[in-house]
Structure formats: structure tokens, C-alpha cells
């Protein structure tokens, strides 16, 4: 999954507002979805098309209103999965009734026989797949259909790749998954830096320059979550791919 380093650039996650967009750059707004009841119990979800509980639909609101003071929102894309979708429709209707534009490339990854298993019992249940799914390749597929390392970081930085490219000097949105979101940081970060855990209903700015330069301004900002202790309450993010 690996990038080349000249398409690197440094890791920043200072708070600030998001301000105004230089016309050869494209600023994409990076979210996740709001929470699921499986989530909470650790089950991977993988592409199973899983609905958001209670508290993921008030996530959903809450980033909504947040995104919604932000300026010149041109675009929101999201995965096509129901998680990622209906918040996506909270924040387009919070941002002046915009289309979401559903791209199944923004799909989290596809982890084969391990989807709809809890995270704890897979090596148990399933050691073949859930070495395939902590291997150190990153060519690695897992059984079941599941997606490689290598083959969700390609789907995922080449679907935002050409997002950037039409929608320079423009601000859009865009509202996937852990995993998916994880590759986009990789793609981004500064050479070794890891985005660790990725709050649901988090925000991250990436901005896509002239030809393939990514960088990252910011990175999960759950600060919208904290008005109304949905963080104390809720799923706070993992580390790995479900």
C-alpha cells in the first residue's frame, strides 16, 4: 500500500478553521460514518450493509451542523453502504439539500470470512483468514473474497485521486469507512506516521494539489461529538480495519 515518497508531504493535526481554498488545490473533507450497534461489539462489518443505531444517527446530526457553518461545500461523495450513506444525507441536507454522489469505491474493505464475526473470536473461528487479515503483506487477500491491503488502498486513493482532480479550487466532502479512511491518511501522512484510531463521525482534511500531491491539515476531529458527551457514551474508533 505503499505510496511513493515524493507524493508524501508532512502530517499536521493542529485545529483550525478550515478558510478559504487555493484554486489549484482540492480540499477534501474525509468522514466517517456514525456508529453501529456492531461497533460497539467489535463485530467486522466489512461490506455487510449495516445500519447506523441511535447514537450513530445523532452523530450524524451533530456533524452535520458542524459541517454545515463550513463554506462553499461543492460536492458530497460516499461509499454506497447504509452506514456511510444515511450520513451523508444528514450532512448534504445540513449544507444546502446537495446531491450525495454514492461511489461504491469508498466501500470499507471487503474482509472475507471474517465479516459479521467479532473481532476477538476470528482467530479462533477462522485462524487461515484472520492470518490473512494481520499478515504483514500487504498483497495478502483473505478467503472469502476479502480485499487485500494493497487492493483497498488502490480503490480508495484512486477514486479521491480523481475527485481532486475534478473539483479544483473546490471544498467537498467525502463520507467512507475506517479502513477506507486509514489508506487516504497513508496516502497523505508523512512517511511512518500512523492515523491510529478514527472516531466515528470524525473529520479529516486532506488537500489534493496540482498532480499528485496530498497532504494532510488536519486529522480526527471529533470536537462536535463533545457538546453533547456522544464520545463518553459511544464507540470511540479503532485502530484496524471493520
Known amino acids: 500500500m505503499a505510496a511513493s515518497d515524493s507524493s508524501r508531504s508532512s502530517y499536521s493535526v493542529e485545529s483550525h478553521g478550515i478558510g478559504s481554498i487555493d484554486p489549484c488545490c482540492t480540499e477534501i473533507i474525509v468522514v466517517r460514518h456514525g456508529e453501529t450497534d456492531w461497533n460497539v461489539i467489535g463485530k467486522m462489518q466489512g461490506q455487510l450493509d449495516v445500519e447506523l443505531n441511535e447514537i450513530g444517527r445523532q452523530q450524524a446530526v ?17 461509499s454506497d453502504l447504509k452506514r456511510a450513506l444515511v450520513t451523508a444525507e444528514a450532512i448534504a441536507s445540513r449544507c444546502g439539500g446537495l446531491e450525495v454522489i454514492r461511489k461504491k469505491g469508498l466501500r470499507e474493505r471487503h474482509v472475507g470470512d471474517l465479516q459479521g464475526h467479532v473481532y476477538q473470536d476470528i482467530a479462533k473461528l477462522n485462524p487461515k483468514a ?6 504483514h503483506r500487504s498483497d495478502q487477500e483473505i478467503p472469502g473474497g476479502g ?15 480523481r475527485i481532486g482532480e475534478n473539483h479544483r479550487g473546490q471544498r467537498v466532502i467525502v463520507v467512507s469507512h475506517g479502513g477506507a479512511i486509514r489508506t487516504l491518511f497513508n496516502r497523505a501522512a508523512a512517511k511512518g506516521k500512523h492515523p491510529e484510531k478514527i472516531s466515528n ?6 488537500q489534493l494539489s496540482d498532480g499528485d500531491m496530498w497532504s494532510i491539515k488536519s486529522w480526527n476531529d471529533a ?3 463533545k457538546q453533547s458527551e456522544f464520545l463518553e457514551s459511544a464507540f470511540g474508533g479503532d485502530a484496524s480495519s471493520a
Not at 64 to 76: D, G, Q, T
Not at 130 to 135: G, I
Not at 147 to 161: A, G, K
Open 147 to 161: 480485499e487485500s491491503r494493497d487492493q483497498l488502498y488502490n480503490r480508495c486513493t484512486s477514486l479521491v485521486q
Open 62 to 78: 451533530a456533524v452535520a451542523e458542524r459541517l454545515s457553518k463550513e463554506p462553499n461545500i461543492s460536492a458530497i461523495y460516499s
Open 130 to 135: 484472520y492470518e490473512a487479515f494481520k499478515s
Open 223 to 225: 470536537s462536535h461529538l
Open 201 to 206: 463521525t470524525s473529520i479529516g482534511i486532506i
